[in-house]
């Protein structure tokens, strides 16, 4: 009888350790493996011009494939590799089977453009208050008027709901988990913003706190799913420097991450001295977002800067949309209806397809070797 069941427990002893093994936050040299063999990464924050957010982008009814085809081809003819895309729970909620079938068919278009997918899971920037369906039309003049939160305010207040963001999470990268097209997960995007100047009397007063709890089960609910992409959170205000003085949602972001990302809006020595900063933690580091040209973040300023660090660039915004991305921060007090801004704050291309300037694809192909003689 012995001889019999030491062989079955020798079998679940292993597979218990596999489990655990693809369960727990990746090594340092794991990180470091998985970032050798990706190129150097450079590419947008993406959602379709027709699109005022990630749920209109991917209700069936507005799903635009071709427009996606169109834009995606344009991004890799500048030399693009990857674009950060946003999910959203209510999708999954609503139909998980035909959103697996449309992130499909968009992984299969990115593909196609030799771009591989950053997806994020939830989000705390913008509206809170989500709605499936027709979304609204955009206000005239202001910046991502129309972005919604993931998940909402009235899931993340109730408990009750949260088994519901566990089955999307690990429902969506469940799905994904083995593909090769898929570049990594992000789990939560600025999940400590607060929205101040923009929702700030829509949001729960103890927002911070009901996201800084419920930020470590999503990397749990991630990680259950035994993804072979990276996952990560980026970090994007305080001073990351020291790690003792981490903010909370900082601290689990960086403690949790297979790979460190952050945001930095800012010129090139202060986006320099944050990548040094976070040289610290000896994982690789991707910037998900920057360029924002009235303050001083530009492709110019930044791309070489990444490049000579090994870093990865998403900038914020490919095409200027229903999103109107392209106008500042500040149009939530002032709207842009009677001017243009004297400068594009975010976006590469209009509408059409034609460059806001044509000096500055110029050089995103020079830097990333796009222009380059093929031999």
């Known amino acids: 009888m012995l001889k019999r069941i030491l062989p079955v427990l020798l079998l679940l002893f292993v597979?218990?350790?596999?489990?655990?093994?693809?369960?727990?936050?990746?090594?340092?040299?794991?990180?470091?493996?998985?970032?050798?063999?990706?190129?150097?990464?450079?590419?947008?924050?993406?959602?379709?011009a027709d699109a005022i957010n990630e749920l209109e982008m991917w209700q069936a009814d507005t799903f635009d494939v071709k427009r996606i085809d169109l834009e995606l081809g344009w991004a890799e003819a500048i030399g693009l590799n990857t674009m950060r895309v946003f999910l959203h729970d209510l999708l999954w909620q609503q139909d998980p089977s035909g959103f697996r079938k449309r992130i499909d068919t968009f992984l299969q278009i990115a593909a196609k453009h030799h771009i591989k997918p950053?997806?994020?899971?939830?989000?705390?920037?913008?509206?809170?208050?989500?709605?499936?369906?027709?979304?609204?039309?955009?206000?005239?003049?202001?910046?991502?008027s129309g972005w919604v939160q993931s998940p909402g305010a009235r899931a993340l207040q109730d408990a009750a709901r949260y088994p519901r963001l566990e089955v999307y999470v690990k429902g969506v990268v469940g799905a994904f988990a083995k593909d090769e097209r898929v570049l990594g997960w992000d789990i939560w995007n600025e999940p400590d913003n607060g929205n101040g100047g923009s929702y700030t009397d829509l949001e729960p007063k103890n927002k911070n706190e009901l996201v800084i709890a419920l930020l470590p089960r999503a990397y749990e609910w991630a990680r259950a799913a035994h993804a072979m992409q990276p996952l990560t959170s980026g970090v994007w205000k305080g001073d990351w420097s020291v790690a003792e003085k981490l903010e909370p949602g900082a601290k689990i972001q960086i403690e949790m991450s297979d790979v460190i990302s952050f945001h930095s809006y800012d010129k090139p020595e202060v986006f320099e001295e944050k990548v040094l900063s976070l040289q610290q933690y000896h994982r690789p580091i991707l910037c998900t977002e920057y360029m924002a040209r009235g303050n001083g973040s530009t492709f110019q300023g930044t791309l070489p800067i990444a490049k000579k660090y090994n870093v990865a660039a998403i900038n914020w915004g490919l095409v200027a949309g229903k999103t109107q991305t392209y106008l500042p921060w500040d149009s939530w007090q002032h709207p842009y209806t009677d001017r243009e801004p004297a400068i594009w704050f975010h976006e590469i291309f209009r509408t059409d397809g034609t460059p806001y300037s044509a000096e500055e694809t110029a050089f995103i192909k020079e830097i990333t070797g796009r222009d380059a003689p093929a031999w």
């Open 118 to 144: 950053l997806f994020v899971l939830f989000d705390s920037c913008w509206d809170p208050e989500p709605r499936l369906g027709k979304q609204r039309a955009p206000r005239p003049g202001v910046h991502n």
């Open 15 to 48: 597979v218990g350790a596999v489990t655990k093994a693809q369960s727990a936050r990746w090594t340092e040299k794991a990180a470091a493996d998985w970032y050798a063999k990706q190129p150097w990464l450079v590419g947008s924050n993406y959602i379709p």
